[in-house]
């Protein structure tokens, strides 16, 4: 079977010791497509360098994406609207993300602000989104509303199932990744097991958010094929080769770039 990571962070600094090694590993567990989302604009640049550097002898396909992250409000500046831009018109940049927000983060205002405005900017490149969201449903979504994408993911899923079916009733899908596999996570659990496969793509959200197991734990896109039988006993999935291929046709589906190459 083949799996993909739909979002990990595999170019941060916690990474550079053995990056190449992670990479080997993935391939040999069947890892072989990883999305990495921008935050801020100064690593759009290193990551596409890295991504343009990277030797293809390994088995595994590596695709970037670019955007400003609610977390990094404080790094932000105006300027780098225009850039971001710029930088979706010349890079092999497949989404706009890793964008969105943040209820724990100050400034909601501005937050917005940056989001509608890339947003706006996912819509003139036609290019899908990879949305943040953690305490902001209802702002969220009614900006997705507002400026509707032309598809993209709400990473790291975590909601009840009335807000799952409200993201997939706007052609989004849904990151599903280390929250699933805590027996306390129940709401999540249910929503991910209530809507159709079709609408979910696995995750590591690495460095973060580990499996139930692994806390403390450095995550990694290794861990994906134990997301993958996770999620099939939350579903009570009866065939998992299917499930594979299902979950690959989605994550193409997604990035429809990632299909025609």
């Not at 993300?97 to 490149?125: K, N, S």
């Not at 599903?176 to 159709?196: D, F, K």
Request: glycine share 8%.
């Amino acid at each position: 079977m083949e799996w993909s990571d739909s979002h990990c962070h595999l170019d941060f600094p916690v990474f550079d010791q053995d990056r190449r090694a992670v990479l080997a590993a993935c391939a040999a567990r069947g890892v072989r497509t990883l999305v990495v989302p921008g935050v801020n604009a100064t690593q759009w640049q290193s990551l596409f360098h890295w991504l343009a550097n990277e030797e293809d002898d390994l088995g595994v396909r590596v695709w970037g994406a670019a955007g400003l992250h609610p977390y990094f409000m404080a790094q932000h500046q105006r300027c780098h609207l225009a850039q971001l831009d710029k930088f979706l018109a010349h890079y092999p940049v497949i989404a706009v993300g890793e964008i969105g927000l943040d209820g724990t983060v100050p400034d909601m205002a501005g937050q917005l602000a940056y989001f509608e405005a890339q947003l706006e900017l996912a819509q003139y490149h036609r290019l899908p989104v990879v949305l943040h969201q953690h305490q902001a449903h209802n702002a969220l979504l009614k900006a997705l509303k507002r400026t509707p994408p032309v598809g993209g993911v709400v990473h790291a899923f975590s909601g009840s199932t009335q807000m799952a079916q409200e993201y997939v009733g706007l052609g989004l899908r849904l990151g599903v990744g280390g929250i699933m596999t805590y027996e306390r996570a129940q709401r999540t659990r249910q929503a991910l097991g209530a809507v159709p496969l079709s609408a979910l793509l696995l995750e590591t959200d690495s460095p973060d958010m580990p499996l139930a197991g692994y806390q403390g734990v450095r995550n990694s896109p290794v861990q994906i094929p134990n997301v993958f039988r996770a999620l099939c006993r939350l579903r009570n999935e009866p065939d998992p080769v299917a499930t594979a291929q299902q979950l690959m046709a989605n994550l193409y589906a997604t990035f429809p770039v990632l299909r025609r190459t």
